[in-house]
């Protein structure tokens, strides 16, 4: 079994910035594809970003030039800088990934349990 933990959310004012960190636990032979979503209240869950294993990135409109996905293959973490944060930000992150297991015929999608981040005044 695969765990993903989120962790760095938090509360953080407006125009300010926080780094969330997210790492893959478990019988791991490969990650592959990662990304971050969020659900707001009120909303639907969002796709926020996307990193490749080979460190493709796409990312959403409403994060473009603010965010920033990243990853460390070597020790199955993945991260999200995230810049010039505004309200409308406000969400549970949540990490997402499809993962090789040793033994396993093929990846499987594994969801963390999701983090708070509050932007506020």
């Known amino acids: 079994q695969v765990q993903l933990v989120e962790s760095g959310g938090g509360l953080v004012q407006p125009g300010g910035s926080l780094r969330l960190s997210c790492a893959a636990y478990?019988?791991?032979?490969?990650?592959?594809?990662m990304n971050w979503y969020r659900h707001a209240p009120g909303k639907e869950r969002e796709l926020v970003a996307t990193i490749t294993r080979r460190l493709t990135r796409t990312y959403a409109d409403f994060v473009k030039g603010r965010f920033t996905i990243s990853r460390d293959n070597t020790k199955n973490m993945m991260y999200l800088q995230m810049d010039s944060l505004n309200v409308e930000d406000t969400a549970v992150y949540y990490c997402?990934?499809?993962?090789?297991?040793?033994?396993?015929?093929?990846?499987?999608?594994?969801w963390g349990q999701g983090i708070q981040v509050t932007v506020s005044s």
């Open positions: 997402n990934g499809d993962v090789y297991e040793y033994d396993s015929t093929g990846p499987r999608n594994y």
């Open positions: 478990g019988r791991i032979y490969s990650v592959l594809t």
